[in-house]
């Protein structure tokens, strides 16, 4: 048994949801909440900042290891990342920063160094890590995983809506198209592509609220935690 609790991975697509309610299921447990996306955000942050390029499989692993990451934990269950202690927030949203992310993500050196990283930082358990692999490649062995899934569609609907609440401009059709596009890019690739783990749970958002979908995690979670007897 790990020394914190269980280990909740939470994988699905771009959009679909996987923060929002992996911080709410966090919080309400005590656990700590990891979003494995910000890796690979801040190192292609990294990369393009620096001009180290994107394509260079060696290089990036090169960048990577030479940086200090720190995971420093703000008011809520979710750690920020920090890299040579700069504290990396809004960068990580951008546009040319989420494509730059799921360009690197295709590269194995670049997979294996985050996999450790994260196997590290969730191994006590006490944890929800989100991302694309947790169930299937970070954490086979993870007590509770959950595919969250929903249309291509509803996720864009609900960026648009994300940006406009924010007073920001945002075209549907151009969102649905970023969206299908980066689904592709993270289905089809080789290297650890974006797949249900056999024996994670399947829940569709599509016309689901965020709260119910964050009940009915949070009872999966009970009834885990009781087969295994913790
Ligand atoms: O989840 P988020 O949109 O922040 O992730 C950014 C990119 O990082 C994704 O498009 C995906 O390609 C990559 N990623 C990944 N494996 C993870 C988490 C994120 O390949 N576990």
Redesign the pocket.
Known sequence: MRSDGIIVAIDGP?GVG??TVGKLVAGRLGYRFI????M??ALAWKALETGAGLEDDEKLVALAGSLKWEFPRGSGPEADVSLDGRRLALELAEERV?KA??GI?RLAGV?LF?RGM?REAGLNGGVVM?????GTN?FPDAELKIYLDASPQARAARRTSQLRGQGLEADYAQILDFIIK?DA??SGRKN?P?KKAEDAFYLDSTVMPRDKVVDAILELFRTRVEDLKI
């Open positions: 771009a996987k923060s979003s494995t996306g910000k690979y955000r989420s992310s799921s993500a997979r985050m994260q989100e991302g694309r692999d947790i970070v980066r890019q993270d650890n974006l």
